[in-house]
């Protein structure tokens, strides 16, 4: 039996974790193999995109994972497991692990992923990862309300350029 402050302090791990569960999205990689190099490398990049990296202990992961109704993840916490979360873009997780996935002779291996309280196979999280970016998708939609309306003007332009065109047709004549 550990002592009471260990115990505390595990309890406080599996309560971050089911936060992190709960109110992010994430992926879990299996990162067996890798070299300090790549590892510095990944660490890095997710640093920067604000991505959270952070290898976890698969008991701890299993108690929080049940707290969140993850009981599915049950399989996939054993061996070597980090989990990279990104609470700001549920899709940046997903992005960075596949690209590092997906590199030539990569170690790298996706376990499983989670967003919006769902898991998602590593077929799921891959297929996220090609999505575009949350700008992007909200300028796309943008573009896509304000054709109409561009459109619209370019009409009403059309009419009044025209308009405008016969009056100088109009006093053309007249003056000459």
């Not at 599996?14 to 709960?22: D, F, M, Y």
């Not at 299996?30 to 952070?54: F, K, P, Q």
């Not at 998602?120 to 573009?143: D, F, H, M, N, Y």
Request: aromatic letters at 4%; glycine letters at 6%.
């Amino acid at each position: 039996m550990p002592n009471e402050k260990v115990l505390r302090e595990k309890q406080e791990i599996v309560a971050q974790l089911t936060e992190k569960l709960k109110s992010a999205g994430g992926v879990f990689v299996d990162y067996s193999g890798i070299t300090v190099l790549e590892d510095t490398e990944m660490r890095r990049a997710m640093r920067n995109a604000g991505v959270e990296y952070t290898v976890v202990k698969n008991t701890l992961t299993r108690f929080a994972a049940k707290n969140v109704g993850f009981d599915a993840l049950d399989p996939i916490l054993n061996g070597t497991t980090a989990l990279a979360v990104s609470a700001s873009d549920p899709v940046a997780a997903a992005k960075l692990v596949s690209e590092y996935a997906g590199k030539p002779n990569s170690k790298i291996k996706i376990k499983a992923g989670f967003v919006n309280g769902k898991i998602i196979t590593p077929s799921e999280v891959e297929a996220l990862a090609k999505l575009p970016s949350r700008e992007v998708l909200v300028a796309q939609v943008l573009g896509t309300m304000m054709a109409p309306v561009s459109g619209f003007v370019n009409v009403l332009n059309a009419n009044i350029r025209g308009l405008a065109v016969v009056i100088q047709a109009i006093a053309d004549k007249k003056s000459a």
